[in-house]
């Protein structure tokens, strides 16, 4: 995990958030979501943070998809 993290925060500093912003949310990857939303049930509190995270991203950060996601995360 070191490696992404570090990655991560060398990406923001050099791009800032909207330009740096990967992974399922940004590419829109409704099934994807659908599937971490799936197993994160057997974790409620982590669920909740993913939620929230992932609705920040869609409010504020350029994604594809936009609609169907917030609409999956509202379900």
């Known amino acids: 995990m070191l490696p992404i993290l570090r990655q991560t ?7 800032g958030a909207s ?7 940004a590419r829109g990857d409704v099934e994807t979501v659908r599937t971490h ?3 994160l049930r057997a974790i409620p ?6 939620i929230a995270l992932a609705q920040s ?3 504020d950060l350029p994604t594809k998809n936009r609609q169907a996601l ?3 995360l509202k379900d």
């Open 9 to 15: 925060v060398n990406n923001y500093a050099a791009l």
């Open 19 to 25: 330009q740096s912003f990967s992974g399922p949310i």
């Open 37 to 39: 939303l799936k197993v």
């Open 45 to 50: 509190a982590a669920r909740e943070v993913y």
């Open 57 to 59: 991203a869609l409010r």
């Open 70 to 72: 917030q609409k999956m």
